[in-house]
């Protein structure tokens, strides 16, 4: 069995100096891609965001970080409802779409459900959700929702790794 080993000088403090080192070592842990959307005064909007996990089976919660320099923070912390879509690997179109700069829902087809969250047709999951609690966390804010509805289907999801937008190489 191969066996990987951190060389001693690769040890290091995390302090905001040194930053793109701690980015790094955090960018060796791959995560989906997800597409949180919600219904705001101006019309649907939707935010691209990687950092999305499951809490609890019992009862069903999922959390995600948006960042407090998003100029839409407020808005997405704040929400009482959202949907969290999980996408496949063939989705960069739908990704770009939800970067700063992107197209969001214009001429996207999307219906709402029963909150009046804009919901996106043919991701690879979604997590319809209630706000259940809103924590602090440094230079993010850790939004828990409760999940009301569940969806799912068949694909290979799109993986964030390093910097980079890619595939789940399967082996064996």
């Known amino acids: 069995m191969h066996q990987l080993a951190i060389a001693k000088d690769n040890v290091f403090v995390p302090d905001p100096a040194d930053s793109r ?77 939800f970067t700063r700069g992107g197209a969001g829902f214009d001429g996207l087809d999307y219906h709402l459900n029963e909150e009046g969250v804009p919901v996106l047709s043919d991701t690879l999951a979604r997590f319809e959700c209630a706000r259940a609690n809103v924590h602090d966390a440094g230079d993010h804010t850790i939004v828990v929702g409760r999940v009301l509805r569940a969806a799912h289907g068949e694909g290979e999801p799109l993986i964030f790794s390093r910097g980079a937008f890619g595939r789940f190489a399967h082996h064996g």
């Open 21 to 97: 080192r701690y980015r790094h070592a955090l960018g060796t842990f791959s995560t989906g891609v997800t597409i949180v959307t919600l219904q705001s005064d101006a019309g649907p909007q939707g935010m691209t965001v990687n950092s999305f996990a499951s809490v609890s089976l019992d009862p069903p919660l999922v959390l995600w970080s948006p960042a407090k320099s998003s100029s839409r923070h407020d808005l997405f912390a704040g929400a009482g409802h959202y949907a969290i879509h999980v996408l496949s690997a063939d989705q960069h179109d739908l990704l770009a779409r």
